[in-house]
């Protein structure tokens, strides 16, 4: 089906944004929870949706360390960033 294809192709694009990649991991979850797909489709879109779930995961917990790595003074207002490798 070319609607799979297409979902394959993107979730093997490691350039997709978090947005798309969000997207696409969404249509996956529609259309497995609709009960309309045969089981082996079903499985072949499970992976693919795990492998999208990976990917945005992996994005959030990259913005989370940025976010982390804000710097605060003693009153916890944000001062400035530090380097993620630095000792901040």
Same mark, same amino acid.
């Given at each position: 089906?070319?609607?799979?294809?297409?979902?394959?192709?993107?979730?093997?694009?490691? =350039?997709?944004?978090?947005? #798309?990649?969000? *997207?696409? %991991?969404?249509?996956?979850?529609? &259309?497995? /929870?609709?009960?309309?797909?045969?089981?082996?489709?079903?499985?072949?879109?499970?992976?693919?949706? =795990?492998?999208?779930?990976? #990917?945005?995961? *992996?994005? %959030?917990?990259?913005?989370?360390? &940025?976010? /982390?790595?804000?710097?605060?003074?003693?009153?916890?207002?944000?001062?400035?960033?530090?380097?993620?490798?630095?000792?901040?």
């Amino acid at each position: 089906m070319q609607e799979d294809r297409d979902i394959a192709d993107n979730s093997q694009n490691s =350039e997709m944004s978090f947005e #798309q990649a969000l *997207a696409a %991991l969404e249509e996956i979850v529609a &259309r497995l /929870e609709s009960g309309s797909v045969p089981l082996d489709e079903s499985i072949s879109l499970y992976e693919k949706g =795990e492998e999208l779930r990976k #990917q945005c995961q *992996a994005r %959030l917990d990259a913005a989370q360390q &940025r976010i /982390e790595k804000i710097v605060t003074d003693r009153e916890g207002n944000a001062t400035g960033t530090a380097p993620l490798d630095g000792d901040g």
